[in-house]
Each structure stands twice: as C-alpha cells, then as structure tokens.
C-alpha cells in the first residue's frame, strides 16, 4: 500500500510523531470511502479477510514494528552493532530515576538483563523521543529474557551486578568494601567469573584469617586484596541471592534432544528446552514473565514404567443448522476405559485442530510415567511437533491459529520424565476406524465436555518469540494479534446469521463466518459485486435504518412505493418500484434452462451466493 511504502524509510530513521501518524490514518480512511463519511470503522476495517476486513494497513502497528525492529537492532551483541546502540547505551544508563542514582553507572550494562530501569514518562525523562518511544513499545509487548532452563555457558555469560535473576525474597546486595574489591581487584564482571573466584578451592593449611599465608590467599593480597577469604565468602553470598534458574554453579542442563526414528515410522518428540549460549539471541517478546519459578525446568527423573497407546482421528462434522464441528476420537486399543470422545469450541475445519486438542487430552490424563504412543493421520502436525518445532516456537506460533495448544502440549511433554513418540497411520487402520465411529456414536453434550482445557506446565512453557528470529511483517502480525478485537456490529451479525441460514437451505451445509467472508472474495465475481457484498453485509449503505437519526432527513429511509423501511433487504427482494421482481423472472428462466431447482432468493441467500 502507498501510504505504507512512502513512510517506511523516513519512519525507519526518524519515527513518527503521534499527529502524522492520526493524519495519516484519517487520509486512509478517506481514500478507502472516496472521501465520505467512514460506515465501517478502521478497527473493522484493519482486521483479516476471514474475520470480515479488509485486513488494511494499521499504522500505529506498522509503527510499532518498526519501533521494535530497533529494539531489535539494539540488542545485536555482534561486533556489527551500529554505533547509535553504544550512545544508547549511555543515555539509558543516565535516565534512571533518583532512587537509582547510586548506583554506579558504569555498573549498567544493559537494562534487560538487570534490575535497573530508566524513566520513561514524557514530563521526566531526558531521553531523546525515539529512544523513548522505542523503549516504551519494547515494554508494551514485553521485551525480555526470561527462559525457563538457562544453558550454563548463558548464566555465566550474565552480568552479576544488579542480575536480573535475583531469587524471590531476597534483598539487593548492598554496596561494601567487598563488592569494590571484587570489582576494582579482581576484575569481576559477570557470573561465571564471580563463580570462578567465589568456588576456588583452598588448600589443607588454610586459615580462615587476615593474614592466611595458603599459596591462594597470599598472591591475592599482593594483588590488593585485603582479606581474601572474606571477600571470597561475600562473593558466594552474591550468588547465593541469585535464583537456582540464574545460579551459574548449577550444573549444565542437557536434555535428551533425539529425534529417534525406528524403521517402524515413530519419532520421538524432542524435550529440548534449554537455551544455547547466546544471551542475545534469548531475548523474547509477546511473552509473559515468570514472576514466581526460581528453579529450572527439569523433568524429574525416571523409567518408563509400561505404555499408553492412543489412536486419534478428526473428522469435521456438518449439519443444516449449526456450523463445522471438529469432532475427535481416542480410542486406547489396551485400555478401553479410558476411550473418549472431543469436540473442540473452535470455528474452523481444520483437523489439525482437533488432532491437537486430543494430543492434550491424552497428554493430561495419561501416567506420566507411562511411555505415550501417538498415532495420528497428519503428516504435517507430526511435522510441525517435531522437525519444524523450534522454527514455530522461534515465532511465537503466531503462523498458526491454535498454536496455543501446541505450546502447551510441548510443555506436557518436556515436564515428562518419560518420552512421547508420534507416528502417521493409514486411514484404513483397524483402531482409526474405532475412533472415528466413537466419535460419531457420543453424544455432543459428552463430546463438549470432554474437551480439554488448554493448560500446560507452566514453568516448561516457552512463551513468546525471538526477538532475533523476528520480521517487521512477523512483529506487526503479533501486535496486531496482541490487539484487542473491535466490538461486535449488531447490524453485521443479524446478516451473518441470515447468510448461515440461507446456504444452509440450498447446500444441506451450515458455513462458518471465515468461510462466508472468504467467499465474498471469490475471482468469479468482479470488482464491483464484491464491493456490493461486502458492503452489503456490513449494512455499510447509506439507506433504511441510517436515516433514522439525521434530522429532516428520516423521509429518505422509507419507500414511498412500499410504504416500508427502504434497506438493502427491501431493494433486492420485495420492492415494487426496484425492478427486482423482473430480474428474479428473468433469472428464474435462465436457471431453469440449467435444469437446476429454482427456490426464491432471500438476502442471506444472495450474501452467500
């Protein structure tokens, strides 16, 4: 779109001011209604096809993106980092509030891995506007490091002054004669450093005294160190503070991260969760902070006491009065007890859908000790579990519409001391066919309330993305996401309805929303008739109803012919004055001559033509 491409480049190096941004937004909007009065709101207006938009520019998002693709630049730890980030460094550093003004400043050395933070606010802070506003946006949708299991090399690559990873219920560690010198005398700068000296063995004839002379203790105190063993327990004191997630004494994380794939097609779904050694490269956003998990995500240990082998097979469900059901079976071939059948409360045909859901199900309720066997009939939600995990968890699962379930599945099954394999099978497998007929013998009271909660382990739970693996078009997608969705228009609803209903009378199918507004797209219809229909089913005309409001002008709503409200209803399918009686003659002979059944339209019908 021009009014996106034009401003690209000048937002990218410059920003855009608040007034620009509304202006801008107002010449969309005209151009979008040919310079009249808006009948659809923006907000409407910015959202997808399928949800009946027009999915038009949002430029207070697109602004935002960029706003966090500088964040992102930023926080490069590279030796291509630009030399705006190291000036930014030093401007963030001195913004802080008056309570922090004791800390030493060269002790900031990046407010996303520490305590500190900077003032933010418009009347206070002496940061320059786009730093300010980059800030602001980067808080906004929770740009932060915060992973669940910390590789070592990370933890100790993490700044030990005002550490970020301070345990719940601690208190700061003050300033004293000890943290100088471990600074000024022994250079120490990060974790794994205060670990190395902290953790340094001495030898049998130590004495826990000033003047120890231990063949560690005297080479120190030559190097300025007045009481080393001191010094060293107050280090030990400084790690203590931290939580066991940020310790970098803890021992490494490395979880099995195999994906075995026996010649009989099983694969087992990695548990990998532990970061690599970038710290950089952990930073996320669209994430939520783990306010209260001090410990890493281990699984516990254990054997695989037994199995549970699960057959799951969807199947979308269709009637004349209801929309798509996605309807899945389980059906456990050695434990008959415990087959169920689901429907998920989730518009849409997808069976990966309703593949995923039962994934949960089995997941919730099997022995966590028992080895679960998944057979499924989709090659691509094995795929996405497996070979394509980290790419989707990279992005937030934003690429897909139930990614909510897959993430809380991927945190059941790293909290599992025992592994969980997945495998495709043929349609015509003996136990999918038993999966499916219990699907369709249950009832849908029972089916609904089967239906999983979707809920995961939360302390083995990645959320968010990488803010290293994230687009423009990637960031803007998950602030849009992030938006709260506009209000619903009585007027649109009535016509959705009315629509549902009137396919459903002449194609035995009850569509779903996404599949109306898709087809009011469709290439057979040219530009102008899907301009009509969309409008059409946003009572977007300026007709009927609309008038009723706008003094000495109520007479315009009505049909002196027809003595009734004049509204696109009344126009298409009971005027006498529209000419449509004629039109619907003619077309009547023409459908006859198809030799096709013949039933009057209503306006649902021609929506949904």
Not at 129 to 150: F, G, H, Q, S, W
Not at 485 to 492: E, F, H, L, N, V
Not at 504 to 523: F, H, N, Q
Not at 570 to 583: D, M, N, Y
Request: positive net charge; charged residues 25%; glycine residues 6%.
């Amino acid at each position: 779109m021009e009014a996106g491409g034009l401003t690209q480049y000048l937002t990218r190096v410059q920003g855009m001011s608040k007034n620009i941004e509304d202006k801008l937004q107002a010449l969309i909007a005209s151009f979008m209604w040919n310079g009249n009065k808006s009948a659809v709101s923006p907000d409407w207006l910015q959202q997808p096809i399928d949800n009946g938009g027009k999915k038009l520019l949002d430029i207070e998002a697109r602004n935002e993106a960029i706003d966090i693709m500088r964040v992102k630049t930023y926080l490069r730890g590279d030796a291509h980092r630009p030399r705006w980030t190291k000036i930014a460094d030093k401007l963030i550093a001195r913004a802080t509030p008056k309570t922090e003004n004791a800390m030493n400043e060269d002790l900031k050395t990046n407010m996303y891995l520490q305590t500190w933070h900077p003032m933010l606010s418009k009347r206070r802070s002496p940061l320059p506007e786009p730093l300010r506003k980059m800030l602001i946006t980067a808080k906004k949708y929770n740009v932060t490091i915060d992973p669940p299991a910390i590789s070592k090399e990370l933890r100790r690559r993490m700044p030990i002054w005002h550490h970020k990873g301070k345990a719940a219920g601690k208190k700061a560690i003050r300033e004293t004669q000890y943290t100088r010198c471990h600074r000024a005398t022994h250079q120490v700068q990060t974790a794994g450093q205060m670990a190395d000296y902290a953790t340094t063995q001495h030898p049998p004839d130590h004495r826990d005294r000033r003047d120890c002379n231990c063949e560690v203790c005297v080479p120190l105190r030559a190097r300025g160190c007045q009481y080393p063993a001191a010094c060293m327990k107050a280090g030990r004191r400084i790690l203590d503070n931290l939580a066991p997630r940020w310790d970098p004494r803890g021992r490494d994380l490395e979880p099995e991260d195999i994906l075995d794939e026996p010649a009989n097609g099983e694969i087992t779904i990695s548990r990998k969760l532990t970061t690599g050694p970038d710290i950089w490269n952990e930073i996320r956003i669209f994430g939520e902070e783990r306010h209260v998990q001090d410990d890493p995500a281990i699984p516990a240990a254990g054997m695989a006491n037994g199995e549970t082998l699960v057959y799951i097979s969807t199947h979308v469900e269709t009637s004349k009065t209801d929309i798509p059901k996605l309807v899945t079976g389980l059906w456990y071939p050695d434990e008959p007890d415990n087959n169920t059948a689901i429907e998920i409360l989730e518009q849409g045909t997808n069976t990966m859908a309703g593949d995923a859901a039962a994934i949960l199900h089995a997941l919730q309720r099997s022995p966590p000790m028992s080895h679960l066997r998944l057979k499924v009939l989709s090659k691509q939600l094995k795929k996405i579990l497996t070979m394509d995990r980290a790419t989707h968890e990279n992005r937030g699962w934003l690429d897909l519409q139930y990614g909510k379930t897959l993430a809380a599945i991927l945190s059941l099954i790293r909290s599992r001391p025992t592994p969980v394999t997945i495998e495709v099978v043929e349609k015509t497998n003996r136990h999918i066919q038993d999966a499916k007929a219990l699907a369709d013998d249950t009832d849908e009271a029972t089916r609904v309330a089967n239906a999983p909660a979707i809920q995961g382990d939360a302390n083995f739970t990645q959320t968010g993305a990488k803010l290293a693996c994230m687009t423009q078009s990637s960031l803007y997608k998950g602030i849009r996401l992030a938006k709260q969705p506009p209000g619903r228009r009585r007027s649109t609803q009535e016509n959705m309805e009315a629509t549902q209903e009137g396919v459903a009378t002449i194609s035995d199918r009850y569509p779903t929303p996404g599949e109306v507004w898709t087809s009011l797209r469709r290439k057979e219809f040219d530009k102008k008739t899907r301009t009509f229909l969309w409008k059409a089913m946003h009572e977007a005309y300026k007709c009927g109803k609309y008038w009723n409001h706008i003094p000495n002008y109520e007479h315009r709503g009505h049909c002196e012919t027809c003595g009734t409200t004049d509204s696109i209803e009344h126009a298409l399918t009971q005027c006498r004055a529209s000419g449509q009686e004629e039109i619907w003659r003619l077309t009547k002979l023409l459908w006859q001559k198809r030799g096709l059944r013949w039933k009057r339209p209503t306006l649902g019908m021609i929506l949904g033509c």
